[in-house]
């Protein structure tokens, strides 16, 4: 059972261009964690939100997490091709120790 | 001065053979996770040890078998190896016991069964 489907599965876009992925569940969690990951390399973190409604920006990425604490959004502005990556969104439970992630979303950004 | 090391990043292999995966982390930290990611790019927990003790083990054959000989490395042997394990294999660590800290992942191991 896949308790997070993250949308879309794959992004091809131009540099310059603004984009928004998704992160979707029926499950609550009690936090969220956005990942980056290169290929060849492990996931490496970008941002975890805890707060329903919670909005945190780094540089160009807005992170949201909804407000039932159920989804999240990642927004980057003005790509560029140092972003194209496979980005992971991971969900803990309440109470819960373990991460379930994502299934990601393949972003290229075209010089 | 890499963080978290795995060793090979690349294993092919036949049916049936056993192999064992390397990981070592130099952060100093308390717990170490072996994660695998199949072809579709799903990132599942396998292990998660905890000062070398086993705290999360996860619905996985009893062929995989971990093994922390201390708290800076986690090991992972596989025997009996099926077509079906042919994934990433990843290594994590993390300063305590998720999730309260951030985990750092090693950079993979390609598992190949052919």
């Known amino acids: 059972t896949q308790l997070l489907e993250q949308s879309p599965q794959f992004l091809s876009i131009q540099e310059g261009e603004n984009l928004t992925v998704y992160c979707n569940s029926s499950?609550?969690?009690?936090?969220l964690q956005w990942y980056r990951q290169e290929p060849g390399e492990g996931p490496v973190l970008l941002v975890t939100?805890?707060?329903?409604?919670e909005v945190k920006k780094l540089k160009r990425l807005t992170f949201q997490f909804g407000d039932a604490r159920k989804d999240s959004s990642l927004h980057i502005t003005a790509a560029q091709p140092g972003d194209t990556g496979l980005y992971l969104c991971?969900?803990?439970?309440?109470?819960?120790?373990?991460?379930?992630f994502g299934g990601g979303t393949r972003l290229m950004v075209k010089p | 001065d890499t963080a978290v090391s795995q060793t090979p990043k690349y294993l092919v292999t036949q049916m049936g053979n056993d192999k064992s995966i390397k990981c070592e982390q130099n952060?100093?930290?308390?717990?170490m996770y072996w994660y695998k990611q199949d072809s579709k790019k799903f990132l599942k927990i396998m292990f998660s040890y905890n000062n070398k003790e086993l705290i999360i083990n996860e619905t996985v054959p009893n062929r995989f078998s971990p093994k922390s000989p201390d708290k800076a490395h986690l090991n992972l042997h596989i025997n009996s190896l099926e077509l079906g394990d042919s994934a990433v294999y990843f290594c994590a660590s993390s300063q305590d016991i998720f999730p309260r800290e951030t985990q750092y992942f090693g950079p993979g191991t390609r598992l190949l069964v052919l």
């Open positions: 952060l100093g930290h308390d717990t």
């Open positions: 939100v805890v707060t329903g409604g």
């Open positions: 991971a969900g803990l439970h309440n109470a819960g120790n373990m991460l379930t």
């Open positions: 499950s609550v969690f009690s936090s």
